[in-house]
């Protein structure tokens, strides 16, 4: 590759000092609160108190459960859609996908607040159904356009060669298809699974007491003064596992396939 | 040794019939009613230039397109509808298609996996049942390292595909197609992506192969060179018809038409006409040659090869032209020269050099000549008499000379000879506008091939040069067009 000259480095710069500014600094303000307590003294109690408490761990057990039950639906609604608009003769100028895709462009929290609205005309009542319909309603974009690309930007000719090679449709499908979709899927399944199990928003708007999950918990115990060290120390738990999670899958995706498409 | 009958019948088996094939996408024609019938364990090349028809024609055979009209078989069997699937034939496609998910093992095992074998055996009582069954682990096993070793990979089966260079995955491709025993393989330009010597090494690989499995082979490419190299049979394709179909030497040697020469190997083509048996005469020089059977003064078109021109010293009284040497050029094992005679400029191979601006005396031997009849030198169109002195075909209203006083409205067939159309550089001057698809040099004049807006073509001679894609105008004097009326109740109109 070449080396950058040194005037584009420059064209950098800007956003080199929004990233210090508003993520580098930040991130370690947190580590700092995370690791001291009160009294500013270093200590680990806010991490042991996250591992004594079985309440907690229940919590964040109970986001990443609601979480993958929506990244799993959002899956299978999106995968038979992105393959039939991959394939439709009616998808030719990609309008359908753009229909589609459309309410990604408007702001989620108007979205929630519309689905809520929705929710109260026919009757449906806050809680764990109704903040999984709108995980699923707020996220699927996410989730259909990566699989959508992976596919229609698909060589026909591995079908064609898997047809030639005596795979009827199903066999082709589970065989080439499926396996070269992969990396899709693992963007698709990270750009839903990862904002769905932190989400607030959504729980605040859409939930009842019964759907506490841990970005509540987080959003609670930063709303007090006197409790931040311990919100610093989860949000930093939280971090972990969004990275865990996203390496995790990476690693997954490199080794099912070697053709690119994931985001 | 005397052949039985059977064993006869046996190699003149067909295995591959298309008739009456046309293929169409969104109304362009594609395949024009195309009759190609494939002999058991030939190697057959399906030759053209590209958008032919070629590879389309092969895609129909492999499944992945159907005919607009007319039927395939294979083995005797109607295929025409059948999915790619379900058809005794492997293709080994132009990009390889190797799939980047699985290494050359499990490539190359992938039709194995999804393949049933019959099986006999014998139930409770006694009695012989076909049973279906899948290959064992040790059968793909074993398949699928003979078949690497087949074309030296035998050590690659763990590398990931993306890992191999070019002729690797093209011979992964080819053991993936072959390990499935097909009765055909399907060769769409595999070796198109590979350089030149890569190139040579895998056609004689492809040759033995093809001798060892004795099954049929059908390739296809643009090369003309490779298509005369490998296969037992040629068919020239143009314009989605097939030109000629032969074994490579008739088809260099006997042209079946100025296309056909034009397009396999350098030739001279010239126009002229049949004085009489074994007699031509060209550049107003009377030649020898050895074709007969055209009619007296008949025009016709003729190729001569540039090896088959001799050069002698302008003072010999050798050879039947003079002419003078205009460029040289070293190709290695010979000088191709173009020496200017009787205003025509021949490509001349030879192993002796003449110097640029020398003049020298050209012979041509009779079997060196090779007449070939004229397609055609009228266009002919159907048309509506528009006034009575007008008629409209292709969407033009064109003068002409009403000599039978036709009425307006009536159906006709109109004729044109080539040498009585005229192109204009703009389009408005013309009657009509249409794009020049194909130049030939005919010797003292170019055959011009116009497509016009109306999907049809025209011909024309004309002594000025045209370029490929060219807008032009065509216009025609009104006393060169005859018209003939068509009689309603008559097929002529489907027949023609």
């Not at chain 2, 394709?237 to 190997?265: L, S």
Request: glycine share 6%.
């Amino acid at each position: 590759m070449k080396k950058l000259s040194f005037k584009q480095k420059y064209f950098a710069f800007p956003y080199a000092f929004l990233c210090v500014v508003f993520v580098v600094v930040p991130l370690l303000i947190m580590l700092y609160f995370a690791f001291t307590d009160f009294e500013g003294a270093f200590t680990m109690n806010n991490f042991m108190y996250f591992f004594t408490e079985s309440d907690t761990q229940n919590v964040l057990w109970r986001s990443i459960g609601i979480a993958a039950i929506a990244t799993v639906i959002c899956l299978l609604l999106a995968y038979p859609l992105a393959y039939f608009l991959a394939n439709s003769h009616f998808n030719k100028y990609a309008v359908l996908v753009v229909l589609f895709v459309t309410p990604m462009w408007i702001n989620s929290l108007l979205r929630t607040y519309a689905i809520r609205t929705l929710f109260e005309m026919i009757g449906l009542e806050r809680g764990t159904l109704a903040v999984i319909i709108g995980l699923v309603y707020d996220f699927f974009p996410f989730m259909l356009l990566p699989i959508y690309t992976t596919l229609s930007n698909m060589d026909k000719s591995y079908l064609e060669a898997s047809y030639d090679l005596g795979g009827g449709p199903l066999k082709s499908f589970t065989r080439v298809t499926l396996p070269l979709s992969v990396p899709g899927i693992v963007s698709g399944v990270l750009m839903v699974f990862m904002p769905a199990v932190s989400t607030i928003g959504i729980t605040e708007m859409l939930g009842n007491k019964d759907v506490y999950l841990f970005g509540n918990l987080i959003n609670d115990y930063l709303g007090e003064f006197y409790t931040w060290n311990i919100g610093a120390a989860y949000s930093f738990i939280m971090l972990i596992l969004i990275a865990a999670s996203m390496l995790i899958t990476n690693l997954f995706g490199k080794e099912e396939s070697s053709v690119g498409g994931a985001l | 040794m005397k052949e039985t009958r059977e064993k006869v019948e046996k190699k003149f088996e067909k295995i591959i019939e298309v008739k009456n094939v046309t293929k169409t996408f969104d109304d362009v024609t594609v395949i024009d009613d195309i009759n190609l019938s494939i002999r058991k364990g030939q190697f057959v090349t399906l030759l053209g230039p590209s958008g032919c028809g070629k590879t389309t024609l092969l895609r129909m055979i492999a499944g992945f397109e159907t005919p607009t009209n007319g039927n395939i078989y294979i083995e005797n069997a109607e295929m025409t509808a059948i999915p790619p699937y379900k058809r005794p034939v492997n293709t080994v496609f132009q990009k390889y298609a190797l799939f980047p998910h699985l290494n050359v093992f499990k490539n190359v095992a992938y039709g194995l996996k999804l393949k049933q074998i019959d099986v006999e055996c014998v139930d409770k009582n006694g009695q012989k049942t076909t049973k279906k069954r899948k290959y064992t682990k040790a059968e793909i096993e074993e398949k699928v390292n003979n078949a690497l070793k087949m074309v030296g990979l035998a050590d690659y089966g763990h590398r990931n595909v993306t890992s191999l260079s070019g002729g690797q995955q093209q011979r992964v491709a080819i053991a993936r197609a072959l390990v499935c025993e097909p009765k055909v393989l399907l060769l769409d330009e595999p070796l198109g992506a590979l350089d030149l010597k890569m190139r040579k090494e895998m056609q004689i690989e492809l040759m033995k192969m093809h001798k060892e499995l004795g099954i049929t082979f059908v390739y296809v490419t643009h090369d003309q060179e490779e298509a005369l190299t490998m296969s037992d049979a040629v068919v020239v394709m143009n314009d989605g018809v097939i030109q000629q179909i032969g074994t490579p030497k008739k088809i260099y040697d006997e042209p079946a038409n100025a296309f056909v020469a034009n397009f396999i190997g350098e030739s001279n083509i010239l126009s002229g006409v049949m004085v009489k048996d074994f007699s031509v005469k060209f550049l107003d020089t009377l030649f020898e040659c050895e074709d007969k059977g055209f009619a007296k003064n008949e025009s016709v078109d003729l190729v001569v090869r540039p090896e088959d021109i001799k050069i002698y010293p302008a003072d010999s009284d050798k050879g039947q032209l003079s002419g003078q040497v205009t460029s040289t050029v070293f190709k290695g094992t010979w000088y191709e020269m173009e020496i200017e005679a009787n205003g025509y400029e021949f490509t001349v191979q030879s192993t002796t050099e003449a110097k640029v601006g020398a003049y020298v005396r050209l012979g041509i031997k009779p079997d060196g000549i090779h007449i070939m009849k004229k397609l055609r030198t009228v266009n002919e169109f159907f048309g509506v008499i528009d006034s009575e002195d007008t008629v409209k075909f292709c969407e033009g209203y064109f003068q002409f000379n009403n000599v039978d006083n036709l009425e307006k409205g009536t159906k006709v067939k109109v004729s044109v000879p080539f040498d009585a159309v005229t192109l204009t550089d703009d389009e408005e001057d013309g009657i009509i506008g249409g794009n020049v698809t194909q130049t030939l040099y005919k010797g003292t004049y170019y055959q011009v091939q116009i497509y016009t807006d109306t999907d049809e073509d025209f011909y024309t001679d004309t002594v000025d040069e045209w370029d490929i894609d060219d807008r032009v105008g065509i216009s025609i004097a009104p006393e060169k067009i005859t018209v003939e009326k068509i009689e309603e109740d008559g097929d002529e109109e489907t027949e023609l």
